[in-house]
Nanobody
């Protein structure tokens, strides 16, 4: 089993920054063998893939956050980060981290692929 725990959410003004963290634990978690992603879900909207990091270090982002958000991994700490800069009110959502063994990772932006989810952390951006 794998457990994911997010932290770092909060409230900021438009143009501000936040850094989210997601720490993985559990006997089933092997560093470097999972696709790791951040998703977000705003009220009344579908869950949306925001950023992905593959075991080989390659990254991908949804168009709306390219150039503003950066996904990174601290393998020594089993922690995934999402640095969010130049935040906009439309970035307001609950943010989730998600993990799936690399063998099952084909469409990173599709929530149904992921085996493990964190509980979510709220990000609120005011105008």
């Amino acid at each position: 089993q794998v457990q994911l725990q997010e932290s770092g959410g909060g409230s900021v003004e438009s143009g501000g920054s936040l850094r989210l963290s997601c720490t993985a634990s559990g006997a089933g978690y092997i560093v470097g063998s999972y696709c790791l992603s951040w998703f977000r879900q705003a009220p009344g909207k579908d869950r949306e893939g925001v950023a992905n990091r593959d075991p080989d270090g390659s990254t991908a982002y949804v168009d709306s956050v390219k150039g503003r958000f950066t996904i990174s991994e601290d393998k020594a700490a089993n922690t995934l980060h999402l640095q969010m800069n130049r935040l906009l009110p439309e970035d307001t959502a609950v943010y989730y981290c998600a993990a799936v063994p690399a063998a099952y990772c084909t469409q990173w932006f599709y929530p149904g692929e992921y085996h493990y989810w964190g509980q979510g952390t709220q990000v609120t951006v005011s105008s």
